[in-house]
């Protein structure tokens, strides 16, 4: 697990990268010449002003970028993971768009419209599943539309990137009159391809993780990781000796203390009910650096009383927790201080990420494999039987005319056309690609 893999300063010395610094006015000049070039290239026509808007946003974000992270920019291990599955992805079916007769420009603007909408609704189906806390934890308006934007820390449902993406590639179909089930067969090995490193992303991020094992080849994530969080919740495993049971918003009553641990040596037992927690640690203050922080916080559930807990982690970190005996009257205050040794794992659980990183990874190649022997349009998508080469002699006629239809789209759609024979040599294939190319 590897969540951030390192952080960007917003400043190298008194020189500013983000918001109104070097970092925006780069941007401009690169989009001022980029356009100039398109423009005197092919003229103002509607490829280039659709791309006005990926300025805009950038040049955006740029500038809103201290607002968001104010100690820096981390660079997540998920989101390298998921920019390295869009690029490969999108090459994967550029690539395959020569082979189906395809401009592969259209597939630039098809990838365009599937990222920025699969983003989104991602984030909207997060947002919405979640509604409730946000209105909690962010009472102010100003503070809540930020923490819906800063999507760094997390928070992005695959199902809503799904519908989204669907909802965006129908609309495409729709807009340039392209088959949708030929170009559904174009870019399902791709979305697999993107999707086996996207699984490697959830491995470096902790999520998406399985139930615990004693496998050999298991895995354990490191303190305060999703799975380990999770199996706290569950009381599979303590917090500094301590253990609750009950709901989240139940008041923090010891259920458990481990034998032998600090918290007993602290003369903590079970019915304490705890008042506050506190300690010294090592966190990323502004500028990305570590400094060593001293917090304390009064808990009223177990939910608070876990987040405070886990807090407090890392080799030469202190705890502090104050609690009353519970069936005392009046109750005293318990209270203790002690250091902390190296913060001890989650238990083993199964690679779940790396298992549906390869059958991701299988499925991409067993359909690029079957894509020469379809029967006809959505056969790679619909994993139908084995055929011989998808020759226009062996498909339907429907099939057939779809294709001749396509070509009569002219600059909205690009022709999807039936693969070279493979009897051809290679100067008889690129002639037959060259007949097929497009033109958007």
């Not at 365009?112 to 984030?123: Q, S």
Request: one cysteine or more; proline letters at 7%.
């Amino acid at each position: 697990m590897l969540q951030t893999l390192f952080v960007i300063p917003l400043r190298i010395g008194d020189v500013p990268l983000f918001g109104f610094g070097w970092l925006l006015a780069a941007w401009a000049v690169v989009c001022a010449a980029g356009f100039a070039w398109a423009i005197r290239r092919v003229g103002f026509n509607a490829d280039v002003r659709g791309y006005l808007p990926v300025a805009l946003i950038v040049g955006l974000a740029i500038y809103l970028l201290p607002l968001l992270f104010p100690k820096g920019l981390p660079i997540r291990g998920y989101g390298v993971m998921m920019l390295v599955g869009v690029v490969s992805g999108v090459g994967l079916a550029m690539y395959r768009a020569r082979q189906f007769g395809l401009n592969p420009e259209l597939i630039l603007t098809l990838a365009f419209w599937m990222f920025l909408t699969g983003i989104v609704g991602a984030r909207l189906f997060y947002v919405v599943e979640y509604w409730d806390d946000f209105r909690r934890n962010h009472p102010d308006l100003g503070n809540r539309i930020v923490a819906i934007l800063n999507i760094s820390e997390g928070g992005l449902v695959v199902y809503g990137s799904f519908i989204a993406v669907m909802i965006a590639v129908a609309v495409f179909v729709r807009k340039y009159r392209l088959p949708g089930l030929a170009l559904a067969d174009l870019i399902a090995p791709c979305m697999f391809l993107g999707l086996a490193f996207g699984r490697v992303g959830c491995m470096l991020n902790g999520c998406c993780f399985a139930g615990v094992c004693e496998v050999p080849w298991s895995v354990q994530f490191p303190w305060g990781s999703p799975p380990h969080e999770r199996q706290a919740a569950l009381g599979l495993i303590d917090l500094h000796g301590l253990k609750f049971d009950g709901q989240p918003s139940d008041p923090p009553v010891i259920s458990h203390v481990v034998p032998a641990s600090a918290a007993e040596k602290a003369g903590f037992v079970r019915g304490d009910r705890i008042r506050a927690i506190g300690g010294t640690v090592r966190e990323y203050v502004e500028g990305g650096e570590q400094h060593w922080v001293t917090f304390r916080r009064e808990v009223a559930t177990i939910e608070e009383a876990r987040a405070a807990l886990l807090r407090a982690h890392g080799a030469g970190a202190r705890i502090a927790v104050e609690a009353t005996p519970g069936g005392e009257s009046p109750p005293r205050i318990k209270s203790a201080e002690w250091e902390l040794a190296a913060s001890p794992p989650s238990l083993a659980v199964h690679p779940v990420q790396v298992y549906s990183a390869i059958d991701a990874l299988l499925i991409c190649l067993f359909l690029i494999a079957y894509t020469p022997y379809r029967r006809s349009d959505g056969a790679v998508t619909e994993h139908l039987e084995d055929e011989p080469d998808d020759l226009s002699e062996h498909q339907p006629a429907r099939v057939r005319r779809r294709r001749r239809d396509l070509g009569a789209h002219s600059h909205a759609a690009a022709d999807i056309r039936v693969p070279p024979r493979r009897g051809m040599s290679a100067t008889q294939r690129l002639e037959a690609l060259g007949r097929s190319s497009a033109v958007i």
